[in-house]
């Protein structure tokens, strides 16, 4: 049972090796998509502190690299927890910070650019409208003014 037991951890850990190796190749390949699969594969039953710290790094990578800075800080902080010296997570990390609170001041600024365009949608429409009711208002004095001659 205990020999069953470690050809078992054998099996699993060169499977994650597998795994994380075909992640890395993916990844060099610019094939993010099916490295991230392949990396999420193997981390549960990667054994190495470092590769797992690898592993999250990639990730953290893959995410920053579509922008989505949030998921990115969060790889990034995975990274950090299996290896605290890991120096390139660290920056990485603060990066991904700086990037997602630039994000989130265009975030802002479109929303005062979406908000500064309705109202002056309402505005021209409530000038529409004025227009509109001018030529009436002139109508009826020009009316008046014929009608006291």
């Not at 265009?106 to 002056?120: A, G, L, R, Y």
């Amino acid at each position: 049972m205990l020999l069953l037991s470690f050809i078992n951890l054998i099996y699993t850990t060169n499977d994650a090796i597998v795994n994380y190796n075909r992640a890395v190749k993916s990844y060099t390949n610019s094939n993010y998509y099916t490295a991230q699969e392949y990396f999420l594969k193997a981390i549960p039953s990667l054994s190495s502190s470092n590769i797992k710290a690898n592993a999250y790094f990639y990730i953290g990578n893959i995410y920053f690299k579509n922008k989505e800075y949030m998921l990115s800080i969060d790889y990034y902080k995975n990274a950090l927890r299996k290896n605290s010296k890991f120096q390139e997570a660290k920056h990485n990390l603060a990066l991904a910070r700086i990037m997602q609170a630039d994000k989130n001041k265009q975030d802002i600024t479109s929303q005062h650019i979406i908000e500064i365009d309705n109202i002056m949608k309402q505005i021209d429409e409530i000038e529409a409208k004025n227009i509109e009711k001018l030529p009436q208002k002139e109508q009826v004095k020009n009316q008046r003014e014929k009608n006291n001659w």
